[in-house]
């Protein structure tokens, strides 16, 4: 697969911690799939999100929890076959909640698909592994 696509996979990956991060939620939804219904699963029992308008309520919903926010998407694995990409990361996500800054590690899983020439994202899963 020609770097240029991994290049575009980041890229796109950027511009969703840079929309999440800054609460930008126009940016966030020129980043979702249109060719497909949008999905997504937080870390939250009922963080399970099925339909654009689902994925971008739960961005609002995380932020009116949090006073600042962010997502850093790294150690990530691109997997590409033709119109469809998975990516696999281990993520940092800050926040600040009342007052006090806080981190935790996670994991994060995307499915994105090619729409006219420009990844999309279809899918994202963002967890906070158990532990037991």
């Not at 997504?40 to 995380?62: H, M, P």
């Not at 990516?87 to 009342?98: G, P």
Request: glycine share 8%; with cysteine.
């Amino acid at each position: 697969m020609p770097n240029h696509v991994t290049d575009d996979i980041f890229a796109l990956m950027h511009a969703l911690e840079t929309g999440y991060r800054t609460r930008d939620l126009g940016a966030l939804d020129t980043l979702l799939a249109t060719s497909v219904s949008v999905t997504a699963f937080g870390t939250g029992v009922d963080e399970r999100c099925v339909g654009r308008d689902a994925v971008l309520a739960q961005f609002q919903k995380d932020w009116a929890l949090l006073e600042a926010g962010s997502v850093e998407l790294c150690d990530s694995t691109i997997t590409i076959t033709g119109d469809a990409a998975w990516v696999m990361s281990a993520c940092t996500l800050s926040f600040r909640i009342d007052g006090t800054d806080g981190s935790a590690t996670g994991r994060s899983s995307l499915v994105c698909v090619a729409e006219s020439g420009t990844w999309r994202i279809a899918h994202w899963h963002i967890s906070l592994p158990a532990e037991i």
